[in-house]
């Protein structure tokens, strides 16, 4: 069984910095890539990030190109999601999703339960 396990969220003042992880078993992790959406209250599920297999290709949605970093390391099974100087709206609940490397949701198989990230004034 596949799973996938968000972890790190919290609350967290505009201008610091947090970091998610999500853990996944009962996949072969280094053949996927990973991706990070988010959902906001009242609003679509949104593409934020993914990495690709070996790590080195990423891709980001213009909302957090360079506040955001994807990184993932296969040995450990682990994907992370720095977020730098975040800002009120970068609240949201944040999903990991393990599939082809793409910003649609229809790229990923496997989706994380969320985890909520609130950020502060």
């Known amino acids: 069984q596949v799973q996938l396990v968000e972890s790190g969220g919290g609350l967290v003042q505009s201008g610091a910095s947090l970091r998610l992880s999500c853990t996944a078993s009962g996949l072969t992790f280094s053949n996927y890539a990973m991706g990070w959406f988010r959902q906001a209250d009242g609003k679509k599920r949104e593409f934020v990030g993914v990495v690709g297999v070996s790590g080195e290709g990423k891709m980001y949605a213009g909302s957090g190109e360079g506040r955001f970093t994807i990184s993932r390391d296969n040995a450990k099974n682990m994907v992370y999601l720095q977020m730098n100087a975040p800002k009120p709206e970068d609240t949201a609940v944040y999903y990991c999703?393990?599939?082809?490397?793409?910003?649609?949701?229809?790229?990923?198989?496997?989706w994380g339960q969320g985890i909520q990230v609130t950020v502060s004034s």
């Open positions: 999703a393990a599939g082809q490397f793409g910003r649609e949701e229809y790229s990923y198989d496997y």
